[in-house]
């Protein structure tokens, strides 16, 4: 099976999570589908599409030091990093309570080589150039200081190390950007400034030796080598 096959049948098997957060990120309820619809104007399939595009970037047979920020639920890593047992994973989040869900689904699902620490990514507590890999799903977009965040990733990744992950930009459908700043910047959600598929292209460039940048509507998805 090809890796994005792999990690598509990984979110397939999480099944029937009934969490309004964890069935709106997996499109795997019915009120899940239709936030992806009415939102993001995606169907389950582009949402198992973006999610896989990101993960497909670090290999099956990962086995070095991994950070994942934030983990949230855990919902769209925990069923992958299962698949990676010789990887060193660290998961970190602001949120406790989003943490002891992924916690709990670690646990679930036997996935032993991963710890949680509670952090911010604007300030991390690790030294420089620890991790092979860091992976950042869905965060960048309610990051309240995200030069910070962009800083401090650099700064805890390996030369030649790997940074991939995926957020909301905005200027790639209208009707997106009116949810975000209608709902989800006015509940808090997410937090301005927002890149643009372009704008962070150019960052990433700018700061990585090798970046690549795709999008899905409005999710970017990104792969950068330090
Ligand atoms: C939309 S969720 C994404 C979670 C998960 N990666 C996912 O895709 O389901 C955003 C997460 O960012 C976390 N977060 C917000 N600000 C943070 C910060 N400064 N440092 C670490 N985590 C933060 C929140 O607690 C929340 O769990």
């Known amino acids: 099976m090809e890796r994005k096959d792999e990690i598509k049948s990984a979110y397939r098997s999480l099944g029937k999570s009934h969490s309004l957060y964890d069935g709106m990120m997996t499109a795997s309820t019915f009120i899940g589908r239709a936030i992806c619809k009415t939102v993001w104007d995606m169907s389950p399939d582009d949402v198992l599409e973006y999610q896989a595009r990101v993960f497909e970037t670090l290999p099956a047979d990962f086995s070095g030091r991994l950070l994942e920020v934030p983990v949230g639920t855990g919902v769209l890593s925990v069923p992958v ?114 890149e643009t598929v372009d704008s962070l292209r150019e960052r990433l460039e700018k700061m990585y030796t090798k970046a690549e940048v795709t999008n899905i509507n409005s999710i970017a998805i990104f792969k950068c080598v330090k």
């Open 81 to 194: 990093w299962k698949t990676m047992p010789n990887a060193d994973i660290t998961c970190l989040d602001y949120s406790e309570k989003m943490m002891e869900s992924a916690r709990k689904r670690a646990n679930e699902l036997g996935v032993s080589n991963i710890r949680f620490i509670q952090g911010d990514v604007g300030d991390l507590p690790f030294q420089n150039s620890s991790f092979d890999a860091l992976v950042s799903l869905n965060g960048f977009h309610a990051f309240p200081d995200k030069e910070a965040a962009y800083k401090e990733i650099y700064r805890v990744l390996k030369p030649g190390g790997t940074f991939c992950g995926c957020f909301y930009v905005e200027g790639s459908d209208a009707n997106t950007d009116k949810w975000i700043s209608g709902f989800y910047v006015k509940k808090g959600f997410f937090t301005r400034p927002f």
